[in-house]
């Protein structure tokens, strides 16, 4: 096992560490908050494990937020891509690997009878919002708050603060676009009855409802999703599923398979590219026709062209990536993997004297220090998150690579039995630590 690294190591800080920091805002290319002298510079990763440019290994249980679904280096993957990068990376035009791509996708997406292919998930939530807004000629898109659908204003305002029911007073996340006070209504997740108040004191101005179906760890209660499903259908509302985590990775056919719901809109990302840059949006004909060039200047056209999406290389390893996962006992493996995690997680909390709950499904977890059940923003806000950022930082001291953000933690195929061991070894050791020294951050 790695070496702990010191508290606080600053006075030996690495020449990489001061590159790092030269270059980077926040030491940072968006991993949130990490203190600079634990900004790990990676240089490799195979299965769940990455290496830095020190020679230290991480037990990975962020595996790229999520996009490492099949694991670091996995290598059908990586012949594929490599293979067709050598026949070129980018056409920037419907290619053999894209077209394929596109056929698998909609075969497997219940709501996907047209798709177009981008380079990321902001884009494509960013894409199905645009769409959905164009063909209802409305102007005002209502998500939930705590979501986070991208980097777009409307995939950030409401997502770190934000009071049910209201208009996201607080841009605390940057939103940076005035126009979300007016435009973007929040909604507290799991609570169809708020949902529907809002729906109905704006009716007639939504365009789009989205929602990621399980809101980050959050399971949806029984007959939330469907009656989304029921209200967006009496209102005219294009329903959009944020299915950049879930899409691949709760189930083949991803959320709309998982729960048995189907939206208007996917959008997808993460997962399906195997670690390679994709994202895709998908979903009903008549909608999609939005984005048809042929009607560029006619009402009701959406500009929409990426330069990188669907270059043959990332639709190329996300094929690789389709095959592995459809091979058969993925996903059973996949949520008995999670479940193991969060039962040994479990485990390890029961002997903390401070009240903790594990949550999440299918091949994803997350910890939360609260007695109260978590189901909501609010719920997740009243959970004493210092500790968290407290332990998360511990943890990446002692070898274990995540995200400090208190976020979720990601499992791929490439995690075992003796990985969860390895996990659990080191949370219990990071609150042991904690215990002894109190939550120094
Ligand atoms: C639910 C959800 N939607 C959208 C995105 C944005 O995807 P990307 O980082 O590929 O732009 C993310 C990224 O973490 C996400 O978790």
Redesign the pocket.
């Known amino acids: 096992m790695p070496a702990t690294l010191p508290l606080n190591p600053s006075s030996i800080e690495s020449p990489v560490t001061s590159r790092v920091r030269r270059h980077f805002p926040g030491a940072s290319n968006g991993e949130f908050g990490l203190p600079p002298e634990l900004v790990p510079v990676l240089r490799r990763g195979q299965g769940c494990r990455v290496w830095d440019v020190d020679g230290r290994e991480y037990l990975d249980l962020t595996m790229a937020?999520g996009a490492a679904l099949v694991g670091h280096a996995h290598p059908r993957v990586v012949e594929a891509a490599t293979r067709q990068a050598a026949l070129g990376a980018n056409f920037a035009a419907v290619n053999e690997r894209s077209l394929e791509l596109a056929e698998r996708l909609c075969a497997l997406s219940p709501c996907a009878e047209r798709v177009r292919f981008v380079a990321?998930?902001?884009e494509a939530?960013m894409l199905c919002l645009r769409v959905a807004r164009t063909a209802t000629n409305r102007p005002k898109i209502l998500r939930f708050e705590g979501a986070?659908?991208?980097?777009h204003p409307e995939?950030v305002a409401g997502m770190l603060r934000g009071r049910a029911g209201e208009l996201p007073a607080v841009d605390a996340a940057g939103a940076g676009a005035a126009w979300v006070a007016r435009d973007v209504l929040v909604a507290p997740f799991n609570d169809l009855a708020a949902t529907e108040a809002i729906v109905e004191r704006h009716a007639g101005e939504i365009a789009g409802i989205i929602v990621?179906p399980l809101h980050r760890c959050l399971a949806p209660k029984d007959g939330f999703l469907a009656g989304l499903r029921d209200l967006t259908r009496k209102h005219g509302i294009v329903l959009v599923f944020?299915e950049?985590?879930t899409g691949f990775r709760l189930a083949y056919g991803g959320a709309q398979e998982y729960y048995g719901v189907a939206p208007d809109l996917v959008a997808y990302?993460?997962a399906l590219g195997g670690g390679f840059p994709i994202?895709a949006f998908a979903g009903r004909a008549d909608l999609m026709e939005a984005v048809n060039e042929h009607r560029v200047n006619e009402p009701g056209y959406v500009w929409s062209a990426s330069t990188a999406g669907g270059n043959p290389v990332s639709c190329a390893a996300a094929l690789a990536t389709l095959d592995v996962l459809g091979e058969q006992g993925v996903y059973p493996g996949l949520h008995r993997a999670g479940e193991a995690l969060r039962e040994r997680m479990r485990a390890v909390l029961a002997d903390e004297p401070a009240p903790a709950q594990v949550l999440g499904d299918g091949p994803l977890a997350q910890l939360a220090f609260s007695a109260r059940p978590v189901i909501d923003l609010q719920g997740w806000l009243a959970a004493d998150r210092q500790k968290s950022r407290a332990l998360m930082l511990e943890l990446v001291r002692r070898g274990v690579f995540l995200n400090p953000m208190g976020t979720k933690l990601y499992l791929s195929l490439a995690h075992d039995e003796a990985a969860l061991d390895a996990f659990a070894e080191h949370l219990s050791a990071a609150l042991a630590t904690l215990r002894e020294r109190g939550p120094e951050v």
Not at 148 to 151: R, T
Request: hydrophobic share 20%.
């Open positions: 937020w990321s998930g902001t939530t986070y659908h991208g980097q995939g990621e944020d950049v985590v990302g993460k994202g």
